[in-house]
Structures are given as C-alpha cells and as structure tokens.
C-alpha cells in the first residue's frame, strides 16, 4: 500500500491528533530551525508525521516553513495521508 498526501486544514489534524495521541508514534521527523544547505534545506523548515503505532504508513502530517532565518513567525501547512494502491 502506498499513500499520498492531501492538504487539509489545522482543524483536520488537531482534531485526528487530540483524539489518537496516546496511540502514535512519529514516523518522520526533520528539523533544520536555521536551514542546512548541506541537505539541500535553504531555509528554515521543521516536519513531523505521525501515525498509528505498529502501522506501515503516517497518517497525518505538519510542515513548518519560513523564508528567512529572519522571519518572524513559521507558515504551517498540514497533511491527511490518503492510502491508493498501484495499479498493475
């Protein structure tokens, strides 16, 4: 099975996150707070994903951005992982 994600809103995910925390685990996580061009990551970005503990694939997802070291405040974007299988 393979997922792709579809963008939603902080609702969707607070909401999914609030009523299953104790049953996830994170199943990526990225923080580079200053950039690292050494991973081809230019500005600031943070993302975490999570999803059911003993799944194969995350369920939810955060991103965080920001355009500058010297901005202010992190633009948040935020994903529902949506399952599909390939067809052969």
């Given at each position: 099975m393979k997922w792709k994600w579809k963008k939603t809103d902080k609702h969707v995910c607070g909401t999914i996150y609030r009523e299953h925390c104790e049953d996830f685990s994170v199943f990526e996580s990225c923080t580079c707070p200053e950039?690292?061009?050494?991973?081809?990551?230019?500005?600031?970005y943070i993302l975490t994903s999570w999803g059911f503990k003993g799944s194969d694939a995350p369920l939810i997802k955060c991103e965080q951005r920001k355009?500058?070291?010297?901005?202010?405040?992190w633009d948040n974007e935020y994903?529902?992982?949506?399952?599909?299988?390939d067809e052969d």
């Open positions: 950039g690292n061009p050494q991973l081809g990551v230019m500005n600031p355009d500058s070291r010297h901005q202010e405040t994903f529902i992982a949506i399952p599909y299988e």
